[in-house]
DNA sequence: GGAAGGTTTAACCAAATAGTTAAACCGGTT
DNA sequence: AACCGGTTTAACTATTTGGTTAAACCTTCC
């Protein structure tokens, strides 16, 4: 009984934190502000986690680790790499489209305190392995006449790019553009189409 | 002599604001770091700029214009739409490499307080002869079998994107491609002409 | 020289905020 | 029923931080 009490508040706290941090940073976030969230009073936030240090560092590898562990796809699949990357732009969408927040968290936490990122790091190096199989496939696609010789890190950051820069800057986007947020919505479908046409453009053999 | 002197600690201040703003955001900013890095006293921040929310406002707005401004070009300028892309992907790299924090602070800003840029809007708006010449142009182009028939929108994105994107991340980037500053100036340099190839694949007829 | 007016500073204030403490609470055990 | 452990809370502390005040400091003008 008190396990689960015990799990239930802290998955209620981290829950909280995890929505809070990501939408307002580390500096934006209160204690006070996770707590209420939680509806838990603020003494036992401190009590679960000592510090607001200890609490976002977590929440940060998490979110870290949920975003990163999104591209494992692009490493696993044994599937053509064309088709692979169809797969890839429109899960990836769907999945930013549904954590607008967790991109922009990563990037502006890693900008501002670039040590909380170097120790995670280190565990993406170590599947080194898979990136090699990657690299492999594409050669192999490359010589089969299939793909036409590319830099993948271009590729890779153009994809990435395109997909997360519509949400990132979403208010941004809606005011310069004037949508709505249905037009929004139609927007977001007709890019999964069109940015996958493009990646494809730019590594397909003609 | 007033004038100068008064001139001169405004523009420290300016200064100052601006790039600590810039780094950090409203909420990761002190008053007292702008101070400092002015090298002048917290109160006369006070005395020149009333409230952090004052000194704020005027230097996000400075902020936006500077970066709509470098799209200007697109609108204004009389060459062919395709010249035009070429040019301003050049160009526009080199501003965002030369002004690293500026669009993630926007677009940052602009999420947590949307309000602050739906005034700046207006602004835009009393523009849109320029917007409607451009997509004259883009649609002449289109006649004349110059360009294909595509939705200038998801263009701009991509091309905006694409150029952001590797600066806002750039420490991610740095780290997850494992690369030294020299590998990433390389980089860029190279994503100059990769980008502006597919952004004119995407529009240029066959 | 000194009055006037804008500029700069040191010292201060009040609110916000991360973190602590000690007591209350509550479920299971004897 | 009394107690023991972990859990929760109200009340408090110390520090940070945006903002103020009153005096000191020029510079200009008479």
New interface residues.
């Given amino acids: 009984m008190k396990q689960e009490i015990n799990e239930n508040t802290e998955n209620k706290i981290i829950e909280a934190a995890n929505s809070v941090f990501e939408k307002?940073?580390y500096?934006?976030t209160k204690m006070q502000e996770i707590a209420d969230t939680a509806g838990i009073n603020k003494a036992l936030l401190h009590y679960y986690f000592r510090s607001k240090d200890k609490l976002f560092e977590m929440i940060f590898s998490m979110a870290f680790r949920k975003l990163v562990g999104k591209l494992e796809f692009l490493f696993d699949e044994n599937i053509p790499v064309i088709e692979k990357i169809k797969i890839f732009i429109d899960q990836h969408t769907d999945f930013i489209a549904a954590n607008r927040?967790l991109p922009?968290f990563?990037?502006?936490e890693?900008?501002?305190r670039?040590e909380i990122?170097?120790k995670l790091?280190s565990g993406?190096y170590e599947k080194d392995d898979r990136l090699h199989r990657l690299l492999a496939q594409i050669e192999k696609e490359t010589k089969e006449g299939v793909l036409k010789p590319f830099?993948p890190?271009?590729v890779f950051?153009?994809m990435?790019?395109?997909n997360?820069?519509?949400f990132?800057?979403?208010?941004?986007?809606k005011?310069?553009?004037r949508m709505s947020e249905d037009e929004f919505r139609q927007?977001i479908t007709?890019?999964k189409r069109?940015?996958t046409?493009?990646i494809i453009?730019?590594i397909a053999a003609k």
Avoid: C, Q, T, Y
Wanted: charged share 20%.
């Fill in positions: 307002k940073g500096d934006g927040h922009l990563i990037v502006n890693v900008n501002r670039p990122f170097v790091l993406i830099d890190r271009h950051l153009n990435i790019a395109m997360i820069f519509p990132a800057a979403k208010p941004l986007v005011g310069l553009l927007f007709e890019r069109i940015v046409e493009i453009n730019s």
